[in-house]
């Protein structure tokens, strides 16, 4: 189980550095763009980092992680799994030295895009749409947009730098060419010049999420590959199936939709038809924004090999997302219903569940409510799971344990009741267990009930014993008073 004291430590010391300067507007764009994806505290975290660079300096002085801790009033691991948000999105760089038991982190702030790179980004537009809603979504996007303005109507009379300055004479330039040369050199192996938007640092995306040579194979043999995918085509690709996610047979066809005649993509027609297939097979919501698998800090088994079967299905819980986990629970792989998966979101961010304990939580309502997520029923033990704040997918498990007790016990006292008075005690002995399906049930969530069984046997013997040892009782006082 990865804690946090593996990576970080409070004595160890960071340096706070930026290439590019963050002003007034970009503390607008992250506060209105930016931090209803990643929350208030990693936006407080950006901004307090921001804070240690002083008027006209790029690089702080050298502090420990305590004094960071004392400032936001934060424990250490809050403010590493916070930063982590900022790193995943592109707005911090983490480089680490260490030098015998020292360790001092560089923290290198980066610029949020722009509003028009923000709206036109695949990624960062289509979650805050689904995260903030349409109507705040274009509230937002028109805070950052102004009206054109037709250019065609008026004349361009603006001067050029010739019209307005003069070149030096050739005998100045020459009188100063080695003080000039000396003094326009730039030592870039220990240098750099702060930039304003040139090199900014983005959010990364692994290439490797998405199968480029089962991408090749699918297209027509008309096309050449190494032409057609440069490298901004091809980071465009992983973005939209990372969003959208669309396998390489689908992408083929929407790429060759999308070709002009020189065998190139116009990359805004392959956005639009992404989109447009989109709608068509999940309607017409966005895709939402979640965690992709449980924290690394909540695992169990990262660090050990399953001996059992309940270990193997943590395994399983901690290492899939909620999403693949319905998909699995198809036969023919059908694609998640648009409901199930806007419960599955709302479990993780109306509810705040991690996703291995809302895997845990899926599978269970799955199993006893004959493969259907009910959503008054999800919610219900969802609500109470985010009560007693469950971190573990074990817990989880242990929990799901007690609600299937319980409900099997409810289920076995509304056949006994309903039965009773009208049918024989064998026909009711049959239909007292039809709730329960046990040979669907993963043996996780019945080895308790099994367990209980032969403690259950003997209550019921001892009653029986007890009742039968009245009944001779009463037997022989009717025969003494006869």
């Known amino acids: 189980m990865a804690l946090h004291w593996m990576h970080l430590l409070p004595i160890d010391r960071y340096v706070v550095r930026t290439s590019s300067f963050i002003n007034g507007v970009d503390r607008k764009i992250l506060t209105l763009l930016y931090q209803p994806l990643i929350g208030a505290i990693a936006h407080s975290l950006y901004l ?14 050298e502090t ?7 400032m936001m009033g934060l ?4 403010i590493y799994e916070e930063r982590k948000k900022l790193e995943g999105i592109g707005l911090l760089n983490v480089y680490k030295h260490k030098h015998d038991d020292d360790i001092t ?3 290198e702030l ?7 790179e923000f709206f036109k980004d695949d ?17 937002l996007r028109e805070r950052f947009t102004i009206s054109k303005v037709d250019k065609d109507e008026f004349k361009d009379i603006t001067l050029s730098f010739g019209d307005v300055f003069t070149s030096l004479h050739h005998s100045e330039i020459s009188s100063q060419q080695g003080e000039i040369s000396s003094s326009l050199a730039i030592d870039h192996q220990n240098h750099d010049i702060i930039s304003n938007d040139d090199d900014k640092g983005s959010y990364k995306i692994l290439e490797n999420a998405f199968d480029f040579s089962l991408l090749i194979a699918y297209l027509s043999n008309m096309i050449n590959p190494t032409t057609l995918l440069t490298e901004k085509v091809k980071e465009t690709i992983v973005r ?19 070709l002009l005649h020189d065998d190139t993509v116009d990359l805004d027609v392959m956005r639009e038809k992404v989109k447009n297939w989109y709608k068509f097979t999940y309607e017409s919501e966005p895709p939402g924004l979640g965690l992709r698998t449980h924290p690394e800090k909540y695992r169990t088994m990262s660090d050990k090999k399953p001996t059992s079967e309940e270990e193997e299905m943590i395994l399983h819980y901690e290492t899939v997302s909620p999403l693949t986990l319905l998909e699995s629970k198809s036969s023919d792989g059908a694609k998640v219903p648009l409901g199930d998966a806007r419960i599955v979101e709302a479990l993780l961010l109306d509810y705040k569940l991690l996703p291995g304990v809302a895997n845990v939580l899926i599978d269970f309502i799955l199993e006893i409510n004959d493969m259907k997520l009910t959503k008054s029923y999800v919610e219900k033990i969802a609500g109470q799971w985010a009560r007693k704040n469950v971190k573990t997918v074990k817990e989880a498990m242990d929990l799901a344990k007690g609600e299937y007790k319980k409900r099997g016990q409810w289920d076995l006292g509304i056949a006994e009741t309903a039965a009773t ?13 039809r709730y329960v399906r046990k040979d669907r049930l993963p043996k996780w969530l019945t080895e308790e009930k099994k367990e209980a069984k032969p403690q259950q046997d003997d209550d019921i013997a001892k009653v029986k014993e007890e009742l039968e040892e009245k009944l001779k009782r009463l037997k022989s006082q009717r025969k003494q008073e006869g």
Do not use: C
């Not at 420990?64 to 004392?70: D, I, N, P, S, Y």
């Not at 424990?75 to 809050?78: G, T, V, Y």
């Open 48 to 61: 307090a980092l921001l804070s240690e660079l002083e008027s006209d300096q790029y690089t702080s002085t």
């Open 64 to 70: 420990t992680h305590k004094t960071l801790m004392t």
């Open 75 to 78: 424990p250490l691991d809050k």
């Open 105 to 107: 982190y560089l923290y």
């Open 110 to 116: 980066q610029k949020p895009f722009s509003p028009q």
């Open 123 to 139: 990624v960062l537009s289509v979650y805050l749409y689904n995260r903030v809603g349409k109507h705040r979504y274009l509230q």
């Open 240 to 258: 939209l199936a990372f969003v959208y996610r669309i396998d390489p047979f689908e992408m083929s066809k929407i790429i060759q939709d999308s």
């Open 421 to 433: 008075k009208e049918k024989p005690v064998k026909q009711r002995a049959n239909n007292s267990n």
